[in-house]
């Protein structure tokens, strides 16, 4: 049966609702589609631009909000494929911009180099957390256009020889199994990535699925990423989920939704909240109901161009605020852009030789110890503070945060035993202290 289409396009009465910013620009090519966006510049790209299957639904099942596991914090961080660990305890990894890409691995026809997957595999192994490997990026000998220009090289992004893609997929999906997760392709929105239609992305995500669960049933196929920041690439997210149907069921071929929730340059991490909101409708109409991951995530970033640098307070504050709010809204796991990032984005978690961690990169064990084991949800702005809930058995841990600049005053709860601050200073409450807020999230611990 058809299915009435609609505009999956952010408006600003939509985000006012929010106070957030409304970005106009739509630097699309000639075929409406962005050039290379968010996760194309990076230290290993060739060019300037660049556990086991969930049952959970799209959003939580338990009105106490979802369950936070370790595998929820996740990261991005080429140096594994060299055998660096990261010194952060994220609990997964994706492999993107690490040497891991089908045109790294398969050399020539049929010929296979598998030393710097290898590595990759067993570094994050080691590190106790779980690799997602991103498939795609087509060699040119198996590309359908080997002279088109691409992000990665020639060919890379332009539709390949399917019998090729398969062979590829199955002969990595023997290799580690149920070791990895896969993800099918990356940002199939962005032309720098991905040339071809929606349908030809879509016949790719179930021939990589049908590979990798004839040799491994019970590994973890997550859907091809879509960017959402432009219209016309949430207008690709649509046409690319509208093929749900029995003749083409996409959502029996994946086990979970990929978007990259990365919001215009100027806006803060609770954009995200907008473009997952159209995302989710987008799924619901097309009767897809399957978990939410958030694959790559970031701010500042302005299509090439160097980001426009903030105080290394608002970096802190960013990154935690976009970890606690994707628990709170159900996104099953969320990566990183990235541990290792030179600066095409405002948000750093380590110096520029990679040895320390920032600011920003000391708040993760921080968000860690706030949020793993709890369930979380849900998050709501009040008066200009945004807030977000926490359980565990019988405490409770509030998150409090005003986006906006200033601080306000907010009451805690009678029952409140102690508020902590980004640092971990803990300050004992009683009978309903007043808590100043700013821009870094507080937790307020009720027993």
Not at 171 to 184: F, G, K, L, P, T
């Amino acid at each position: 049966m058809a299915r009435p289409r609609r505009t999956l396009i952010a408006t600003c009465a939509s985000v006012a609702v929010l106070s957030l910013g409304c970005s106009s620009g739509d630097p699309s090519s000639q075929d409406g589609r962005p050039a290379p966006g968010p996760s194309s510049q990076t230290p290993t790209a060739t060019a300037a631009q660049s556990p086991t299957a969930s049952t959970e639904s799209t959003v939580p099942a338990d009105p106490a909000g979802q369950r936070i596991q370790d595998v929820f914090f996740g990261m991005h961080d080429g140096r594994v494929a060299q055998g660096i660990a990261l010194d952060a305890p994220v609990g997964a990894l994706r492999l993107w911009d690490s040497g891991t890409s089908w045109r790294d691995l398969e050399t020539s026809p049929g010929e296979f180099t598998w030393t710097t997957l290898d590595t990759a595999v067993r570094t994050i192994e080691g590190m106790g957390a779980r690799p997602l490997l991103v498939l795609g990026q087509t060699p040119g000998f198996h590309a359908s256009k080997p002279a088109q220009e691409a992000a990665y090289g020639p060919g890379a992004a332009s539709m390949p020889d399917v019998g090729a893609f398969r062979r590829y997929v199955s002969v990595v999906a023997e290799r580690y199994r149920n070791r990895i997760d896969y993800q099918v392709w990356n940002e199939a929105n962005v032309i720098g990535y991905w040339t071809g239609t929606p349908q030809q992305m879509a016949e790719l995500t179930v021939t990589a699925s049908r590979a990798i669960r004839a040799v491994a049933p019970g590994a973890t196929v997550v859907a091809p990423p879509f960017a959402l920041r432009l219209p016309s690439q949430q207008r690709y997210f649509e046409d690319f989920w509208s093929l749900q149907s029995r003749r083409v069921d996409l959502a029996s071929a994946v086990d979970a939704v990929a978007v990259h929730l990365y919001p215009p340059a100027e806006d803060p991490p609770e954009a995200q909240v907008t473009l997952l909101g159209q995302a989710r409708e987008v799924l619901a109409e097309n009767e897809v109901q399957l978990p939410v991951w958030n694959t790559e995530i970031n701010f500042g970033l302005r299509g090439g161009l160097p980001p426009d640098p903030i105080p290394v307070e608002r970096q802190r504050a960013f990154v935690m605020r976009a970890y606690i709010l994707n628990a709170g809204l159900g996104v099953q796991r969320m990566y990183w852009y990235r541990w290792d990032l030179i600066p095409i984005a405002n948000t750093l978690l380590t110096t520029p030789d990679f040895s320390q961690p920032t600011l920003a990169g000391r708040a993760i064990p921080t968000l860690v110890a706030w949020l793993d084991g709890t369930r979380v949800g849900p998050c709501e702005p009040t008066a200009g503070v945004w807030q977000c809930t926490a359980r565990a058995g019988r405490e409770t841990r509030t998150f409090w945060w005003k986006p906006q600049g200033g601080t306000a005053q907010v009451r805690a709860e009678l029952d409140a035993v102690s508020w902590t601050d980004a640092d971990g200073v803990v300050t004992r409450c009683r009978g309903g202290c007043q808590v100043s807020v700013g821009q870094t999230p507080v937790m307020v611990t009720s027993r």
